[in-house]
């Protein structure tokens, strides 16, 4: 999905400096290729000289173009010790991206075990290994920004490329092979050894140290460390893995395009024919990223419908949070502003003027905000460490908003939200909080 968040990483200013200090570009928001948080074990090279280390990367496109993922490991070039895991599902793109992608994270993964190393890259894309070689010229635009990507890495005479037959290369294979199937199937790679440290590093893929006996048996999948974020939503490696809410409005109804207040207390309308589209457009984007882990929707058929339409892309389950209703707008449900100001000016007169008053019959702002926020605590607890998608409505998800903001109730005065658009908000595990994205509907273009 375009506009989705990328290799953002700001969080807390005062770690923001710390996270970027070495790195060759300044961090952006919103890039194209999301990246997930690298995390590797750090090496002291004996004297200072710099190590010698033996990348293999491979990338694989299941259509080209198609869904597509990478993998990359780094060796020991003396000892052929594994050091590191990096694999990364791509979504929709073609097979030779594929493979610049699991170039580049497989140098950034060496970069980060020791920037002093040479390198001795290992593909089996002749492609990749002339162009990079300086053999063969790279003419394709797609390409060129990620072989200048990969040069940048390693200064200018420290890599070298070789190829290698495809059944040489069946370590990287087995990776991208695997992060593809978790892709497709709505959940992030995972490493089979945890990492027993992280450190920061650029955010180029989500590698992992390799455990010393790559055959040693591992935890049970549900005891598992968890430590690879997903793509699009990266997490500094020193912060832990955070806790995402994708907020998704539900599609349009009829009420929508009309402007009328609809919220829990009015007839519960089901999706309009375009808010069927809207909520199809969304799901088929969801699974293009294949970063969502769960599905959790207000109990109203609007929202239950979109969340049904993304779950049954990604094959998961939709689970029905009570707290996220919309807020019971009492007798103004189903009116427009202008007849609730023709009809009830008094009430909506003392409405718009304190948060904490309700409309007649209804529910208060503040009241709505405490709801959300206990429903918003149940989800952290339920979903810790994981990307969720949370489908509901204007009031609730501005207020998960404007509560990772620190701002007033108030503040919901002053956003606006569209019709099946998407937010982000992170949650850390010290309790800060991170807007990542708001009203984004590049998804419907």
Same mark, same amino acid.
């Given at each position: 999905?375009?506009?989705?968040?990328?290799?953002?990483?700001?969080?807390?200013?005062?770690?923001?400096?710390?996270?970027?200090?070495?790195?060759?570009?300044?961090?952006?928001?919103?890039?194209?290729?999301?990246?997930?948080?690298?995390?590797?074990?750090?090496?002291?090279?004996?004297?200072?000289?710099?190590?010698?280390?033996?990348?293999?990367?491979?990338?694989?496109?299941?259509?080209?173009?198609?869904?597509?993922?990478?993998?990359?490991?780094?060796?020991?070039?003396?000892?052929?010790?594994?050091?590191?895991?990096?694999?990364?599902?791509?979504?929709?793109?073609?097979?030779?991206?594929?493979?610049?992608?699991?170039?580049?994270?497989?140098?950034?993964?060496?970069?980060?075990?020791?920037?002093?190393?040479?390198?001795?890259?290992?593909?089996?894309?002749?492609?990749?290994?002339?162009?990079?070689?300086?053999?063969?010229?790279?003419?394709?635009?797609?390409?060129? $920004?990620?072989?200048?990507?990969?040069?940048?890495?390693?200064?200018?005479?420290?890599?070298?490329?070789?190829?290698?037959?495809?059944?040489?290369?069946?370590?990287?294979?087995?990776?991208?092979?695997?992060?593809?199937?978790?892709?497709?199937?709505?959940?992030?790679?995972?490493?089979?050894?945890?990492?027993?440290?992280?450190?920061?590093?650029?955010?180029?893929?989500?590698?992992?140290?390799?455990?010393?006996?790559?055959?040693?048996?591992?935890?049970?999948?549900?005891?598992?460390?968890?430590?690879?974020?997903?793509?699009?939503?990266?997490?500094?490696?020193?912060?832990?893995?955070?806790?995402?809410?994708?907020?998704?409005?539900?599609?349009?109804?009829?009420?929508?395009?009309?402007?009328?207040?609809?919220?829990?207390?009015?007839?519960?309308?089901?999706?309009?024919?375009?808010?069927?589209?809207?909520?199809?457009?969304?799901?088929?984007?969801?699974?293009?990223?294949?970063?969502?882990?769960?599905?959790?929707?207000?109990?109203?058929?609007?929202?239950?419908?979109?969340?049904?339409?993304?779950?049954?892309?990604?094959?998961?389950?939709?689970?029905?949070?009570?707290?996220?209703?919309?807020?019971?707008?009492?007798?103004?449900?189903?009116?427009?502003?202008?007849?609730?100001?023709?009809?009830?000016?008094?009430?909506?007169?003392?409405?718009?003027?304190?948060?904490?008053?309700?409309?007649?019959?209804?529910?208060?702002?503040?009241?709505?905000?405490?709801?959300?926020?206990?429903?918003?605590?149940?989800?952290?607890?339920?979903?810790?460490?994981?990307?969720?998608?949370?489908?509901?409505?204007?009031? $609730?998800?501005?207020?998960?908003?404007?509560?990772?903001?620190?701002?007033?109730?108030?503040?919901?005065?002053?956003?606006?939200?569209?019709?099946?658009?998407?937010?982000?908000?992170?949650?850390?595990?010290?309790?800060?909080?991170?807007?990542?994205?708001?009203?984004?509907?590049?998804?419907?273009?």
């Amino acid at each position: 999905m375009r506009g989705l968040p990328g290799r953002a990483l700001h969080h807390r200013p005062r770690r923001r400096a710390r996270r970027r200090r070495g790195r060759g570009r300044a961090l952006r928001e919103l890039r194209p290729h999301p990246d997930p948080h690298l995390g590797v074990r750090s090496v002291t090279s004996p004297g200072g000289a710099g190590r010698r280390f033996v990348v293999e990367a491979d990338g694989g496109s299941r259509g080209n173009p198609g869904p597509a993922g990478y993998g990359a490991v780094v060796r020991d070039g003396d000892t052929g010790e594994l050091l590191a895991e990096a694999a990364e599902y791509l979504g929709r793109v073609t097979n030779n991206v594929a493979e610049y992608r699991g170039l580049i994270a497989g140098l950034r993964a060496a970069a980060a075990i020791d920037p002093s190393a040479t390198v001795e890259v290992r593909m089996d894309s002749k492609l990749v290994v002339e162009q990079m070689s300086g053999r063969w010229q790279v003419k394709h635009p797609d390409m060129k $920004p990620l072989a200048a990507e990969a040069r940048a890495v390693f200064p200018a005479g420290r890599v070298q490329y070789r190829w290698m037959p495809r059944k040489e290369n069946k370590h990287a294979d087995r990776l991208a092979n695997e992060a593809m199937d978790a892709g497709q199937a709505g959940r992030a790679w995972a490493p089979r050894a945890a990492a027993s440290r992280a450190v920061p590093a650029s955010p180029a893929s989500p590698a992992v140290p390799a455990a010393a006996e790559p055959e040693a048996e591992t935890a049970a999948p549900s005891e598992q460390p968890r430590i690879t974020a997903p793509a699009g939503w990266a997490a500094p490696a020193d912060m832990g893995r955070p806790t995402t809410f994708v907020l998704l409005r539900h599609g349009e109804t009829a009420l929508t395009p009309q402007k009328r207040f609809s919220g829990s207390g009015g007839d519960d309308p089901a999706l309009s024919e375009r808010g069927q589209w809207q909520a199809e457009r969304a799901a088929a984007a969801f699974a293009a990223r294949g970063t969502i882990e769960a599905v959790v929707s207000s109990p109203l058929r609007r929202c239950r419908q979109t969340a049904q339409a993304v779950a049954d892309a990604l094959s998961l389950e939709v689970r029905i949070e009570e707290g996220l209703r919309e807020a019971d707008f009492g007798t103004f449900e189903g009116l427009t502003f202008a007849e609730v100001k023709e009809r009830q000016p008094e009430a909506l007169d003392a409405w718009l003027a304190s948060t904490r008053t309700a409309p007649p019959g209804g529910e208060s702002f503040v009241a709505v905000s405490r709801r959300v926020a206990a429903a918003r605590d149940r989800l952290l607890a339920r979903y810790a460490g994981r990307t969720v998608l949370v489908v509901s409505h204007v009031t $609730p998800i501005k207020t998960l908003v404007r509560l990772a903001l620190g701002a007033p109730t108030e503040a919901l005065y002053r956003m606006e939200l569209s019709a099946a658009a998407v937010s982000a908000v992170q949650f850390y595990a010290d309790g800060n909080a991170s807007l990542r994205l708001f009203n984004d509907t590049s998804h419907l273009r």
